[in-house]
């Protein structure tokens, strides 16, 4: 039950059986957004495996960036279900990619994905900051009276 205004936009629907990830165009782009990141961990996985290092240390990063990758694409699914701990879960991965990507050390061959991953979780986590509290359709103001 939802209708097209004037100019393509969509107007939000008061139907209980919409799910709600449907009325909130901003769970989507933030799922999307948490591909890109869980695309991005994969990428870092590949290059570890390319690169020459000790066994050891290869298994730790490729073992953490497969965590990481699982873990956004969790939460990625949960956006786009609209489950309620998703918007949690993708504000703590945006929150904690940047510190990812620095601890990493952007040096030559992870300097890409490094920025990437910082850049694309400053942009998670203020999404999601921004969007937050938005459950619904809003009421009317209180200036309106009946």
Same mark, same amino acid.
């Given at each position: 039950?939802?209708?097209?205004?004037?100019?393509?936009?969509?107007?939000?629907?008061?139907?209980?059986?919409?799910?709600?990830?449907?009325?909130?165009?901003?769970?989507?782009?933030?799922?999307?957004?948490?591909?890109?990141?869980?695309?991005?961990?994969?990428?870092?996985?590949?290059?570890?495996?390319?690169?020459?290092?000790?066994?050891?240390? /290869? $298994?730790?990063?490729?073992?953490?960036? !497969?965590? @990481?990758? #699982?873990?956004?694409?969790?939460?990625?699914? *949960?956006? %786009?279900?609209?489950?309620?701990?998703?918007?949690?879960?993708?504000?703590?991965?945006?929150?904690?990619?940047?510190?990812?990507?620095?601890?990493?050390?952007?040096?030559?061959?992870?300097?890409?994905?490094? /920025? $990437?991953?910082?850049?694309?979780?400053? !942009?998670? @986590?203020? #999404?999601?900051?921004?969007?937050?509290?938005? *459950?619904? %359709?809003?009421?009317?103001?209180?200036?309106?009276?009946?």
């Amino acid at each position: 039950m939802t209708s097209r205004l004037p100019g393509g936009t969509r107007e939000v629907s008061t139907d209980p059986t919409e799910p709600m990830a449907a009325t909130l165009p901003s769970r989507r782009v933030t799922a999307v957004m948490l591909l890109a990141a869980a695309a991005l961990d994969l990428t870092r996985c590949g290059l570890t495996v390319a690169t020459i290092r000790p066994a050891g240390e /290869a $298994a730790m990063l490729v073992s953490a960036g !497969l965590a @990481a990758a #699982g873990i956004s694409l969790w939460t990625a699914h *949960g956006c %786009q279900r609209g489950a309620r701990w998703s918007g949690c879960v993708a504000f703590l991965i945006g929150a904690a990619s940047a510190p990812q990507a620095a601890a990493s050390g952007f040096s030559a061959v992870y300097t890409i994905p490094d /920025a $990437a991953t910082a850049i694309l979780g400053v !942009l998670v @986590a203020v #999404g999601v900051l921004a969007t937050a509290g938005r *459950g619904g %359709q809003p009421g009317p103001p209180e200036s309106w009276s009946p």
